[in-house]
């Protein structure tokens, strides 16, 4: 039975990935600053109250699991949050709190993960990036920024500390989460839909796939790397020059 931690996992690709885990057997925590949207999940998730930008909070937390579980194994930093203005309407303090979740809180995260993972010889530190880090996606600029930045901070932890630690990012295109939907019209939906190859969004919970692929013992030569799951929405440059696109929210 493994240990796995999780920010972000009350809600949307954060909640099923928790899921995914808990219903292979696994001891899964959550670092959220919310409880969880389903309370009563059919395996057991641990919700730790943290805010992933504070990383004396998240260090305790983590060092709180390590000692109550004797391990940790998988680490996953997918906490992250989006506002939707044009780059000359971003506010400072919108900026900040979006750089301090989405990026510093997967470097302090996984620094504190990556110290106990180093001693032990083995761990797994993955992060939900956006193929957003990858394009220009119109009013999303910070968003944008952070997501490329994860995508360095995979292959850069991978050179320090393999080969005892693993690192890996998974880049989502267009997600059906609450807070993807909140953002979306009728139209922009079906708008964005349309210019997807696979035709529509994905499930939370096919994300939840790819993150407990890339912590199985078979992708075990795999680090550094990141894992676009977007149904063919960045094969081709047709979404990034509209303006409706939206992150896929956590």
Not at 91 to 110: P, Q, S, Y
Not at 112 to 118: I, P, T, Y
Not at 211 to 222: T, V
């Amino acid at each position: 039975m493994r240990t796995v931690v999780i920010s972000g996992a009350s809600s949307g690709i954060g909640q099923a990935t928790a899921a995914r885990f808990a219903a292979a057997g696994d001891r899964v925590f959550n670092l959220d600053v919310a409880p969880p949207q389903d309370p009563a999940p059919a395996r057991p998730v641990t919700w730790l109250k943290a805010d992933t930008a504070d990383w004396t909070a998240v260090d305790r937390a983590v060092r709180q699991v390590h000692e109550d579980s004797g391990r940790l194994d998988v680490v996953i930093a997918n906490a992250g949050i989006s506002v939707r203005h044009g780059v000359l309407d971003i506010k400072e303090a919108d900026a900040r709190r979006i750089t301090d979740v989405n990026l510093l809180g997967v470097l302090g995260l996984w620094q504190s993960a990556a110290r106990l993972m180093a001693a032990s010889g083995e761990g797994v530190l993955l992060a939900t990036a956006s193929v957003n880090g990858r394009r220009g996606y119109p009013y999303y600029a910070d968003y944008n920024a952070t997501k490329a930045g994860i995508i360095a901070l995979t292959q850069t932890f991978a050179l320090e500390l393999s080969p005892a630690v693993r690192t890996a990012c998974v880049s989502p295109g267009g997600v059906l989460t609450p807070m993807q939907l909140a953002e979306y019209t009728d139209e922009m939906l079906a708008d964005t839909n349309a210019r997807i190859p696979a035709g529509r969004h994905a499930d939370p919970e096919e994300i939840a796939a790819a993150f407990f692929y890339l912590a199985s013992a078979e992708a075990g030569f795999i680090t550094g790397q990141e894992l676009v799951v977007d149904g063919g929405e960045t094969a081709g440059a047709t979404t990034s020059v509209h303006g409706t696109a939206v992150p896929a929210h956590h």
